[in-house]
């Protein structure tokens, strides 16, 4: 069982450059979610979905674009890539009809110089 | 989501039960207790939740008090690969997860 896939596992982006950061859920899950993670901290919500065409914001929506056109598919847009946005990022999925249990992705590390 | 107060860090022999409590006072009627565990950099692993009454599992038990003002996770015989951030949720159903700095559990042999 694949799970939920994240790819890339590292980045390295350079101040202005820009990246997508994919995920993939085989679960046939309907709510996806992007949370960020920095040193020593919880996990932030950036973006959610709860359904594919249909996104919102989270905690820490800025510099961070999503799109939602497939169910098994949700992927994180960094437009201009700022240092501090730097961090670990996690995807997430569950099932709404189900215990609400979250899915997570093993992460992808990004570092921007 | 009400809050949820851990501590910062916790000990547990190995071998022993660890018990990690969670305060989530402001807790509402329809909001699940939820456990995760975050090991090194992976992502958070689910554990457990519940609503009133105690639960168990094949990784653990979760008491909730009969106030739900608080609750206490049960590792039965931690291991090693226990050693983790574990993570408290009041959650409700339809909402999204909100994750605190939780209790870094260090297992000791």
Redesign the interface.
Known sequence: NAG?TQTPKFQVLKTGQSMTLQCAQDMNHEYM?W?RQDP??????IH?SVGAGITDQ?EVPNGYNVSRSTTEDFPLRLLSAAPSQTS?Y?C?SSS?GG?????????S?LTVL | DAKTTQPTSMDCAEGRAANLPCNHSTISGNE?V?W?RQIH??????II?GLKNNETNEMASLIITEDRKSSTLILPHATLRDTAVY?CIA?N??Q???????TRLSVLP
């Open positions: 939920v979610s949370y020593g901290m919880g996990l932030r919500l959610y989270g670990v996690f997430a709404t215990t609400g249990e979250l899915f997570f992705g093993e992460g590390r | 699940y939820y995760y950099s992976q992502g958070p692993q689910y939740h993570y959650h159903y339809g999204n997860f909100v994750f605190g700095p939780g």
